[in-house]
């Protein structure tokens, strides 16, 4: 359902350039549902990015790595064609003013993320999509992204068909079984990462 739901908010058909946040508490289920959502609608697109884990990157490369790696693919351009530093607006629209792009950037958490990785979104061609995955809601409101879809915690049905019945009644009682089944539902709060 939810799938169905983000479909329906990024109007793939639509030739507006529309961004998307995927907001949601850690372990939810938004990098599922981002790489489902990818392989469904990535060869309508020229030109597709998935930046994921995108916060951990920064951590390891620093912003100006990472960004200039995300230009690089967007742009379809070798790194020593492309320096950040000395990116120019109308290179960035002759680049991909034209091109219907799909860019997945899971993971954005911090003010510098958004700063870093979103100021040059406005210059993808008619019909792209910019698709963000987050657990800070801010970032959606400083990206400007209007359209903010929540991941919600699994239902008790779903949740319980989630947990492997085949350990656990290996071990346990019928009875006993389905009292800690319902016990792990309430305390992951429908989670799927802690199930």
């Known amino acids: 359902m939810e799938i169905k739901e983000i479909l329906s908010l990024l109007c793939t058909e639509s030739l507006d350039v529309r961004s998307i946040g995927i907001w949601g508490t ?3 289920g938004k990098t599922a549902i981002v790489e489902e959502i990818f392989r469904i609608i990535s060869v309508q697109y020229e030109t597709c990015v998935f930046l994921k884990d995108l916060h951990k990157e920064v ?4 912003h100006d790595a990472v960004r200039e790696d995300f230009l690089c693919k967007v742009l379809e351009v070798e790194p020593d064609v492309l320096r950040t530093s000395n990116i120019k607006t109308s290179f960035l629209r ?16 911090d003010l510098r993320d958004v700063e870093t990785f979103l100021e040059n979104l406005n210059y993808f061609g008619p019909g792209s999509r910019i698709i963000i995955t987050s657990r800070n809601r801010r970032v959606f409101v400083l990206g400007k ?3 903010v879809y929540e991941v919600k915690p699994l239902d008790i049905l779903t949740s319980l068909q989630l947990l492997d019945r085949g350990v656990l009644q290996n ?6 079984y389905k009292t800690l ?12 990462q802690v199930l």
């Open 145 to 147: 992204i209007n359209h």
């Open 181 to 192: 089944s319902l016990e792990l539902i309430i305390f992951s709060n429908g989670n799927p």
């Open 171 to 176: 071990v346990l009682s019928p009875e006993v």
């Open 94 to 109: 002759s680049r991909h003013g034209r091109k219907r792009v799909l860019v997945i950037l899971d993971d954005v958490n």
């Open 59 to 62: 951590e390891v490369k620093g």
């Open 26 to 28: 850690v372990g939810i």
